[in-house]
């Protein structure tokens, strides 16, 4: 079985400031781990994936996240938030578990606030 | 087309209604899902598809929900006999591959009263 927890259902930041959202998972498996963001009656667009090449992921809009199996833990990052990053951010886990690696988990979703 | 397209946007049903929502995926992606979107929430799975077999159903609460990929592409998820508790956005994703991240559509947010 597999699990995501994203620490902090709300996260609010100065505009410039380094903005940080916090993901652990479970999984019994090596993991694929992917960051989506979601806008106001929007559907989920994809940030960043990691499926086991480089360790420290870029994606887009400047976000970048950094698998550590140590900690288990994905955390997102971006060094200055802009207003436009004010969205709802969900952490997902994939993991090969009798071939069901299609099948995505998601935390509860952390929502971003970026003040001006 | 360009993205995964879903309709209706909205839905406002009736308890104890039928409703039908549509998915017309990507042109050429193979995989196909459904999540189910509770307030509040991660999405949550509902089903998956290859072409037109629908490999996982696991995620559907009970038999009143049914998914269909006749031809391989276009997808309808119907909901029989809607409650209260049905009340969600579904979402449906579609995939070349089926474990490299998926594309969503902006999903229909079903409301039941």
């Known amino acids: 079985a597999q699990s995501v927890t994203q620490l902090g259902s709300h996260v609010s930041v100065s505009e410039g400031a380094l903005v940080l959202l916090r993901c652990n998972y479970s999984?019994?498996?090596?993991?694929?781990l992917f960051w989506y963001v979601q806008y106001p009656n929007q559907g989920l667009q994809l940030l960043l994936k990691?499926?086991?090449?480089?360790?420290l992921v870029k994606g887009i809009n400047g976000f970048e996240a950094e698998f550590k199996k140590s900690e288990t833990s994905f955390h997102l990052t971006k060094p200055s938030a802009h207003m436009s990053d004010a969205a709802e951010y969900f952490c997902?886990?994939?993991?090969?578990?009798?071939?069901?690696?299609?099948?995505?988990?998601f935390g509860k979703g952390t929502l971003l606030t970026v003040n001006p | 087309g360009a993205g995964v397209s879903q309709s209706p946007r909205y839905k406002v049903a009736k308890r104890g209604q039928d409703v039908a929502l549509r998915c017309d995926p990507i042109?050429?992606?193979?995989?196909l899902f459904w999540y189910q979107q509770a307030l509040g929430q991660g999405p949550e799975f509902l089903t998956y598809?290859?072409?037109?077999?629908?490999?996982?159903k696991s995620g559907l609460p009970s038999d009143r929900f049914f998914a269909e990929r006749p031809e391989g592409s276009v997808s309808t998820l119907k909901i029989q006999r809607t409650q209260q508790e049905d009340s969600a956005v579904y979402l449906c994703?579609?995939?070349?591959?089926?474990?490299?991240?998926?594309?969503f559509g902006s999903g229909t947010r079903l409301t039941v009263v």
């Open positions: 994703a579609s995939s070349q591959t089926g474990s490299d991240g998926y594309t």
């Open positions: 999984s019994s498996v090596p993991p694929y």
């Open positions: 990691y499926t086991s090449a480089a360790t």
């Open positions: 997902a886990v994939s993991a090969d578990s009798g071939g069901s690696n299609y099948k995505l988990t």
């Open positions: 042109s050429g992606h193979v995989s």
């Open positions: 598809f290859q072409n037109e077999a629908q490999l996982d």
